[in-house]
C-alpha cells in the first residue's frame, strides 16, 4: 500500500507541463535573431514545444522553418555607418526601415513555405515576434488565436512606445536613431522630439499600410487592422535602456 502511495505520489511530482509555443524573427538580420535564438534554446531546454521561424535556423529539438530565399544574402549587406553618421542620414534611416518592412512581408507572405506552415500548423499556446520595421506577422495573432509576446532587439522604437503606454518624453529620452547625449542643450530636445514626430508619422502613413495591404492580401479583408492588433500584445520584451 505504501509502495502504490510513492509512485503516485512520483507519478504527480514528474509531470511537466509544456506549452506550444511559436516563435518568429522575421527580420534577415543575424544580431537580432541572436536573440531570438537564446530565448527559442531557453525554452527548449525547459522542455517546451518550440516552433522557430528564422533566416537563420539552430540546431535543437525544435521544429523549425527557414525563411531564406535561394540567391540572397544575408550577412554583411546593411552599412551601419548611417547609424552613427550625419543628422540627415540618421533621419533618413526610415527609409531603408520602410524598404526593409515592406520587402520582407511581400518577400515571406508569398512563398509557398509560409502558405504551407499557416494552412497546417498550429494552435499554438503563445506567439513571440519581433515589433521593428512591420507589424504584418502579428496577423499570425488573429490565425492562431495566441497571446502575442512583442521583442524590440534595436531598443525601442518611437512608433512601438504608444502600443504599450510607454513614456517616450522627448526632453530627456534619446530617439533610437538620435545623438542625445549629455548635456542635452534645448536644440538638442527640439530636434528629438521632432525627430519622433516625424518617425510617427512616417510609420503611421506609409510603413504600417504596407504590412496591413499584405497581411489582407493572404488573410483577407477580415482580418483586423494590424494597429488594433498591436494594441492587444500581451508583453514587450525590450533589448536596450535609455539609461545605457
Known amino acids: 500500500m505504501q509502495l502504490v502511495q510513492v509512485l503516485t505520489l512520483l507519478s504527480i511530482c514528474l509531470v511537466v507541463y509544456s506549452y506550444k509555443i511559436l516563435i518568429i524573427c522575421p527580420f534577415p538580420g543575424r544580431s537580432h535573431c541572436k536573440i531570438f535564438e537564446s530565448i527559442s534554446l531557453s525554452l527548449m531546454d525547459k522542455q517546451h514545444n ?15 522553418l527557414d525563411l531564406r530565399q535561394p540567391g540572397h544574402s544575408y550577412l554583411n549587406f546593411l552599412d551601419m555607418g548611417m547609424f552613427t553618421g550625419t543628422k540627415l542620414q540618421r533621419w533618413l534611416v526610415m527609409n531603408m526601415a520602410q524598404t526593409f518592412g515592406k520587402e520582407i512581408c511581400e518577400q ?9 506552415f499557416l494552412n497546417d500548423s498550429g494552435p499554438f499556446d503563445v506567439i513571440v515576434t519581433q515589433m521593428f520595421t512591420s507589424d504584418c506577422y502579428l496577423s499570425f495573432m488573429h490565425k492562431f488565436e495566441a497571446p502575442v509576446v512583442g521583442v524590440s532587439t534595436f531598443g525601442i522604437m518611437e512608433w512601438v512606445c504608444e502600443k504599450f503606454g510607454l513614456p517616450s518624453n522627448p526632453g530627456y529620452v534619446p530617439n533610437v536613431f538620435s545623438d542625445l547625449v549629455n548635456p542635452i542643450t534645448f536644440a538638442r530636445r527640439i530636434d528629438n522630439f521632432l525627430m519622433g514626430i516625424f518617425q510617427r508619422l512616417y510609420y503611421e502613413n506609409l510603413m ?13 479583408e477580415g482580418l483586423p487592422s494590424l494597429s488594433k492588433i498591436a494594441f492587444n500584445v500581451s508583453m514587450l520584451l525590450v533589448n536596450a535602456h535609455f539609461n545605457y
Open 208 to 220: 504600417a499600410s504596407n504590412g496591413e495591404k499584405t497581411a489582407k492580401e493572404y488573410f483577407g
Open 108 to 116: 515571406d507572405f508569398r512563398t509557398d513555405k509560409i502558405r504551407k
Open 50 to 64: 518550440v516552433t522557430f521561424l528564422s533566416y537563420f535556423p539552430i540546431k535543437g529539438n525544435h521544429t523549425s
